[in-house]
């Protein structure tokens, strides 16, 4: 439900979590990448370079929805929504 007030619900704290379970994702796939490519031959540093720098645009560009998401519902003081998003970085 919307409300015209300003949001009681956090939504630095939404954000938070959202980034927090986005880095964690990408730390888990990308180390499991980089063994994975290793065991295969040997990777170069320009090589890992490279996939660590896709995993961080991947994770970033789709976080940033949820991220706009969130900064349109803290703006209509949208808590059900902010508190959703919470609930589903959990």
Known sequence: MSRSTESPVDVDEAVARINSRGAKI???QLE?????????GDLTAAQR????????????RLLAVP???????????????IETAISLFE
Do not use: F
């Open 26 to 28: 990408q730390q888990e």
């Open 32 to 40: 499991q990448t980089l063994s994975q490519l290793q065991q295969d």
């Open 49 to 60: 370079l490279a996939v660590e720098q896709l995993s961080e645009r991947l994770v970033e």
């Open 67 to 81: 991220r706009a998401s969130l900064q349109d519902a803290a703006k209509n003081a949208d808590d059900e929504r």
